[in-house]
């Protein structure tokens, strides 16, 4: 029987770290739910069907961590350091947070004068300054030892990006209506 409590980047076969080659997860990811398909143990009966869809349901979690930058960070430094980045977030930077206002301010301003191509550049440039920090936080991963202060600001940063990048979305969206 599998090891449960094995960690999401051992489930797919991989080292911890934050690089992680997201073709290479992906037909892993196809390969272990082929294998761990509910159908395929519909033979073993009503208790193997359930953990076969238990396995299911844990490999969907663990790519989706994996798969996403801020919460593969999150998670990292959860199993390395033990470290749960996921409820700190106090940045005690008043250029990022002046620069938090002033993009809210902008999406705002885009969203009420309902101008697709001034939101569609304005993801552009918010998907730059996202790839930017994610690069800034692989540095940051890469150094040893860690400097956990500045993983976790660099993570904050990303996270924000990331929800700036869904509110871009979700004004996209009530544009097009």
Avoid: C
Avoid at 18 to 37: N, Y
Avoid at 95 to 105: H, I, V
Avoid at 146 to 151: K, N, P, Q, S
Wanted: net charge negative; glycine share 2%; charged share 30%.
């Amino acid at each position: 029987m599998a090891n449960t409590q094995q960690n999401y980047f051992e489930l797919f076969g991989l080292e911890p770290n934050f690089f992680v080659d997201q073709k290479d997860l992906s037909s892993k990811l196809k390969r272990l739910l082929q294998s761990a398909h509910p159908d395929r143990h519909a033979q073993g009966g009503s208790q193997q069907q359930m953990l076969a869809m238990q396995k299911t349901t844990r490999l969907n979690d663990a790519f989706a961590v994996l798969k996403n930058p801020v919460k593969r960070a999150q998670y990292l430094l959860q199993v390395e350091k033990d470290l749960d980045t996921t409820k700190d977030h106090t940045v005690n930077d008043p250029e990022f947070l002046m620069q938090q206002l002033e993009l809210r301010e902008e999406l705002d301003t885009i969203s009420r004068q309902k101008d697709a191509s001034e939101l569609m550049g304005f993801a552009e440039k918010i998907e730059q300054m996202s790839e930017q920090q994610e690069a800034e936080l692989g540095d940051l991963f890469q150094q040893n030892p860690w400097d956990l202060d500045a993983l976790k600001v660099s993570i904050y940063k990303l996270q924000f990006l990331h929800k700036t990048l869904h509110d871009i979305e979700l004004a996209e969206d009530k544009i097009l209506d």
